[in-house]
């Protein structure tokens, strides 16, 4: 059975303990990813989470029948249908597997929940995966106002 790993805020805890993880509404499923030998690229999008103004985040880990389908890919391409193994080796074989994310798509029970310990805070990239040396776009989409130091980019490039 393939592991996998869902990042979620620590005030979850109690409730994914009792009930699994749902998807958040409007999603296709639960996200997450394989657990691979690397803890950055398994933790990967902890930081960019965090962006959304939650600090505190906790690792699910659970399984999933080797055989069962899920869609995997980059963020911003299209996904495809694949089994969790082949999914988890997909990944896994990435020459850069950061921005990579598996979709399940169903709740996750209790039952399959393997462990869930705290996160890394440091763990991850911001924005896109190599943002480093690239400016931040100025976009309202990108950078939503209210969100700390959108002002300053914005009038940068004004």
């Given at each position: 059975m393939a592991m996998?790993?869902?990042?979620?805020p620590a005030g979850n805890i109690r409730s994914i303990r009792r009930a699994g993880?749902?998807?958040?509404?409007?999603?296709?499923?639960?996200y997450c990813l394989p657990v691979l030998p690397s803890y950055?690229?398994?933790?990967?999008?902890?930081?960019?989470?965090?962006?959304?103004?939650?600090?505190?985040?906790?690792?699910?880990?659970?399984?999933i029948p080797d055989d069962e389908r899920v869609s995997v890919g980059h963020y911003n391409g299209?996904?495809?249908?694949?089994?969790g193994t082949e999914a988890a080796a997909l990944v896994a074989?990435?020459?850069?597997?950061?921005?990579?994310?598996?979709?399940?798509?169903?709740?996750?029970?209790?039952?399959?929940?393997?462990?869930?310990?705290?996160?890394?805070?440091?763990?991850?990239?911001?924005y896109l995966p190599d943002a480093h040396g690239r400016p931040p776009c100025s976009c309202p989409v990108c950078n939503p106002p209210g969100q700390y130091g959108a002002a300053k980019i914005r009038d940068r490039d004004e």
């Open positions: 996998f790993v869902h990042l979620t993880i749902r998807p958040a509404s409007g999603t296709p499923g639960v950055q690229l398994t933790h990967q999008w902890a930081r960019e989470l965090r962006r959304g103004g939650q600090r505190t985040f906790v690792a699910v880990h659970f399984r299209p996904p495809v249908e694949l089994s074989a990435q020459p850069d597997a950061r921005g990579y994310e598996v979709v399940v798509p169903r709740s996750i029970r209790p039952g399959e929940i393997h462990r869930i310990r705290r996160v890394n805070r440091v763990t991850g990239w911001r």
